[in-house]
């Protein structure tokens, strides 16, 4: 039998691994339980005909040394810089993303690097997917979609929030610090978007830029990401 952890996180996208692993970090015995079959979230990068693609974030960029220390120690070559070539007077959805200081970076392999490399280490299970959350005696039990059941002593939720929102509710019994914060969560609203990824002959006219940012329209950022 499995010893109860401290701790249960849900999630293994870039939070629920960063916030396993500062809970680790505490002396904290920490389980993170991912639905998907490998890590990464928006972070995790699909193979089209062996060619790497990112269809959630095309890089990374930050400015604080510690976040820079985090990604000079993924393994894998590094591409410091990229995008380097942009097109079109559009902004990325951080505006301040291919501005100075801000250092940016992508992987050859794919910006599953960093996920992987944070997951390293930590107690992660793979194809568990979360449908409730129920108070029992010591603790929180996350029920699975498999019918099985994880306890522990208290769950950090990271998934998206639509999702985090779905298993707030099924809390039973509904504790009085939820009803209070509920209407705060309910103001956050998301937005829904496709990503299409696109693989071209060898031959196709290659465009002169690695990330393209319409101004206006349906589209909101192209990425050449063979460059």
């Known amino acids: 039998m499995r010893a109860m952890p401290d701790v249960i996180v849900v999630g293994a996208g870039l939070a ?13 015995a920490v389980r993170v339980v991912e639905r998907e079959q490998t890590p990464g979230g928006r972070c995790a990068t699909r193979l ?29 070559r590094a591409l410091w810089g990229w995008p380097r070539r942009g097109d079109g007077p559009g ?14 970076v992508a992987f050859e392999q794919g910006l599953d690097r960093l996920p992987r490399h944070l997951a390293a280490g930590l107690d992660v299970r793979f194809g568990c997917e979360v449908s ?42 509904r504790p009085a610090a939820l009803a209070r914060v509920t209407p705060l969560l309910d103001l956050v609203t998301t937005e829904p978007c496709a990503v299409a990824l696109a693989r071209y002959p060898a031959d196709a006219p290659v465009p ?11 589209l909101a950022t192209l990425v050449h990401d063979s460059s």
Do not use: N, Y
């Open 132 to 173: 409730a959350l129920a108070e029992v005696s010591g603790g929180i039990a996350c029920r699975l979609t498999d019918g099985g059941e994880d306890l522990a002593k208290c769950v950090v939720l990271t998934a998206p929030l639509p999702e985090a929102r779905r298993l707030l509710g099924t809390l039973t019994p």
């Open 16 to 28: 629920g691994l960063s916030a396993a692993r500062e809970l680790a970090g505490l002396g904290l």
């Open 91 to 104: 902004a990325p959805c951080q505006p301040d993303a291919l501005e100075p200081p801000q250092k940016r």
């Open 208 to 218: 002169e830029w690695d990330v393209s940012l319409p101004e206006w329209g349906a």
């Open 48 to 76: 089209l005909d062996g060619q790497p693609m990112d269809p959630g974030c095309a890089f990374l960029h930050g400015r604080t040394p510690d976040f820079i220390a985090v990604l000079e120690a993924v393994p894998g």
